[in-house]
């Protein structure tokens, strides 16, 4: 009976009592039997008569890595926490109370980076998948896989975001090799992909920013809208003056989007032309006056937004809610270089200008306004005055954004600030301040938080009220604080006052940050050689 592989199918599927197999019974067999004989024996003849297909090219050799390997406990641990990336553990899921590995893999590749170090290649697929499912540990995962990741990613197609994600196409040693690597850099600018050429505009800038600008400037004119706003995004790391004359061009463009970020970065030069005609016009609209010899600012705010404003950046139309002329001051002295206002308030300092009162109401608009110059042209000395004291009263400064502020002072005084600010405070208060300070928080910030801890553990409530910041603590926090909490561990005698089961569950919380602290103390450890190789778990 010449039976198809069709037939079979449809009989499996259908089952022999709806269907009567193709092939019959034999020998007193069942009718399922036979079919599954048949089924055998035509997956034989299908095998057999295949027709060798054509061999094709062996790929290229992967690019060698001249960068250490990595120490051998430290190899153990990356297995160990890709193995644990998806947050399953080796039990079916994180014990309680047991550090969260998915949460310590971006600071452990962070650090291992640091180093220098080089992955080992049986764990490239790992490292792929695991960024493949996370974006954010892409940067850091790419840079440990090197040229080996990215050539393994051209091998399969679930992880071409990593021939996309960085400078791939284009290495730097290429795109310094002379001539080539010119021509390279030229084609992949012209041929790429959208996330090659912004990789590639990010790589060439570093090294050469006159090359990069050339780059973009050779198609300007061709590009899309949304694609010149993200490649002038690009010029925020390392904008200089030589940035200056494309810029000006720039706010002549036709898409709104790219003339106001144009205009944002000139005003982050202080000595721009911008920056220079916002400064004229700053100063019509906000003087010093002197009535009984007391001294207060005036404000006379611009009356319209003609076309020169418009064109260095001042959008006319203002949100639904605010009138139009705060709307234009907020953004002139937004724009207008710091500098200006020692010389018009006569020679005052940042923190005598603030402390200035502000006539018939302004003061919060102008104050506004010169926080997002601060942040804007990373003035540490307005950022300094604007926050005042961390121990000040909070409310009445909804004009004022402590973070942004905060990340324009040294990594030191920030630490301080907040430490400050969180004895003064409310914790919870603090968990956007804690997100700008180094990592880990230096001291005194370390042993506020620690004694903060403490005191919302004696007020009774319960752990994951602050949940958010015990998370920051278990990735921020120096290592070196494990020991002081572990007295926090012990359970205690629950207090009247306290919510049923709050002490149990504080000794719990306090004991998953010691085991994280101290399991990132054997990370670094392993990095640098010292540690030994972790037991499987």
């Not at 399969?156 to 080539?180: C, D, I």
Request: aromatic content about 6%.
């Amino acid at each position: 009976m010449n039976t198809t592989w069709d037939e079979l199918v449809s009989a499996a599927l259908l089952g022999t009592e709806r269907r009567t197999p193709p092939a019959l019974p034999r020998d007193g067999r069942d009718a399922t039997a036979a079919l599954l004989d048949a089924a055998a024996l035509h997956t034989v003849r299908r095998r057999a008569g295949l027709v060798p297909a054509t061999a094709r090219a062996r790929p290229e050799p992967a690019p060698a890595d001249p960068r250490p390997a990595l120490p051998p406990a430290a190899r153990r641990r990356l297995a160990l926490l890709l193995a644990d990336r998806s947050g399953s553990g080796s039990g079916g899921g994180r014990r309680v109370g047991a550090p969260d590995l998915t949460e310590l893999l971006p600071q452990w590749l962070s650090t291992a980076n640091a180093h220098g170090y080089q992955a080992p290649a049986e764990l490239l697929p790992a490292l792929l998948e695991a960024a493949r499912a996370r974006t954010d540990l892409r940067p850091a995962a790419l840079a440990l896989g090197g040229p080996r990741a990215r050539w393994l990613a051209g091998l399969n197609p679930q992880w071409k975001y990593a021939l996309r994600a960085g400078p791939a196409t284009v290495s730097g040693h290429a795109a310094a090799a002379g001539r080539a690597g010119a021509d390279e850099a030229r084609q992949v600018w012209e041929e790429g992909l959208f996330a090659e050429r912004v990789a590639l505009l990010v790589s060439v800038r570093r090294r050469d920013p006159a090359a990069a600008r050339e780059l973009l400037t050779s198609t300007w004119q061709t590009e899309r809208a949304e694609d010149r706003l993200m490649f002038l995004d690009s010029l925020r790391e390392g904008l200089s003056p030589g940035d200056e004359p494309f810029l000006e061009r720039a706010l002549a463009d036709r898409s709104r989007n790219v003339r106001s970020t144009a205009a944002e970065l000139l005003a982050a030069l202080p000595r721009s032309a911008l920056a220079r005609r916002m400064a004229e016009r700053a100063r019509t609209c906000v003087a010093l006056e002197r009535t009984g010899g007391a001294a207060r600012i005036v404000v006379e705010a611009p009356h319209e937004c003609d076309r020169g404003m418009q064109r260095d950046g001042v959008v006319a139309t203002p949100p639904s809610g605010r009138g139009e002329r705060s709307w234009w001051l907020g953004q002139v002295v937004e724009a207008a270089p710091l500098a200006l206002w020692r010389e018009r308030f006569g020679g005052r300092g940042a923190e005598a200008v603030v402390a200035l009162p502000v006539a018939d109401g302004w003061q919060p608009e102008l104050h506004a306004a010169w926080c997002r110059a601060a942040v804007r042209q990373r003035d540490a000395e307005w950022s300094r005055a604007l926050l005042g004291p961390a121990t000040a009263p909070q409310e009445g400064s909804s004009w004022r954004d402590p973070a942004k502020l905060l990340s324009a002072l040294p990594p030191g005084e920030r630490a301080e600030w907040v430490a400050e600010f969180i004895a003064a405070h409310e914790l919870s208060e603090a968990f956007r301040l804690l997100g700008v300070c180094e990592v880990p928080w230096a001291e005194p910030l370390g042993t506020a938080l620690v004694d903060a801890l403490d005191i919302a553990r004696d007020a009774g409530g319960y752990p994951w009220s602050f949940s958010g910041v015990m998370g920051l603590a278990e990735r921020c926090l120096d290592p070196a604080q494990a020991d002081r909490l572990e007295v926090l561990t012990a359970l205690s005698d629950e207090p009247p006052s306290a919510s049923p089961g709050a002490v149990a569950y504080w000794a719990e919380a306090f004991g998953r940050l010691v085991g994280t602290l101290r399991l990132r103390a054997v990370m670094a450890a392993e990095l640098t050689g010292r540690g030994r190789a972790p037991l499987t778990p």
